[in-house]
């Protein structure tokens, strides 16, 4: 049974172009929203056939390819291999600009418990604990994020159903719960370094993650 959700609505949307260190560069239209449920921040970024006005998708296409990515201060911006959150994201907006469709960019930082619990946790880890592990000595939950809001803006901007870029099955569970039709799940590549290697690992051993990964590293994670 699917849940009802509040009514989102567009609150801006304005053209930002992109740039990566790297130097690819594309163009999106970013969406800012009224009337999320947790009232939290979060951005869509409209790419490849997806980067005008909403007025001006095409109807009755292919479905559109959508990745929620959690926000992620170290990996994002600060280029952190502890986990492979950077290079998804710098994937992810090059493959939906090819394909057309939309990045939301969700403030779920930490899986959800925040920045400074995130590297409480990176400390617990340190001393030897798994990232789920991290987040239970703290008292929370292994995953806390919830989608309830990226289901609402998708609402917002007209998508019913999607291809949905992730390794992550809880995320195509948790949207179709809320009413999203999901054609596909797309993986996303492997950024596999010495130095994640246990991060990676667990988030196939505990959470089912679609991650092809050496004998080797899966083993890490049990």
Do not use: W
Not at 54 to 62: E, H, I, K, N, T
């Amino acid at each position: 049974m699917n849940e009802i959700l509040p009514v989102a609505t567009i609150r801006t949307q304005v053209t930002v172009p992109l740039r990566f260190p790297d130097g690819y560069a594309t163009t999106a239209r970013v969406f800012s929203f009224d009337g999320l449920v947790d009232g939290r921040e979060h951005l869509a970024f409209g790419l490849g056939d997806r980067s005008g006005s909403p007025d001006g998708y095409p109807a009755g296409g292919s479905a559109p390819l959508v990745r929620p990515h959690s926000e992620c201060l170290t990996g994002d911006v600060f280029g952190s291999q502890r986990c492979d959150c950077g290079p998804q994201l710098r994937e992810a907006v090059e493959r939906i600009s090819a394909a057309g469709g939309f990045l939301l960019y969700l403030r779920q930082e930490g899986r959800g418990i925040g920045l400074y619990a995130k590297l409480d946790a990176y400390a617990l880890q340190d001393a030897g604990l798994d990232t789920y592990e991290a987040n239970l000595a703290l008292g929370r939950d292994e995953d806390e994020r919830d989608y309830a809001a990226a289901a609402q803006m998708l609402a917002a901007l007209g998508v019913e159903r999607c291809a949905l870029l992730t390794n992550n099955p809880d995320k195509e569970e948790q949207l179709t719960r809320l009413g999203l039709t999901v054609t596909e799940r797309v993986p996303t590549g492997v950024y596999l370094s010495p130095v994640n290697a246990g991060y990676l690992a667990a988030k196939v051993s505990r959470a089912a993650h679609g991650l092809d990964l050496p004998f080797v590293c899966r083993q890490a994670g049990t």
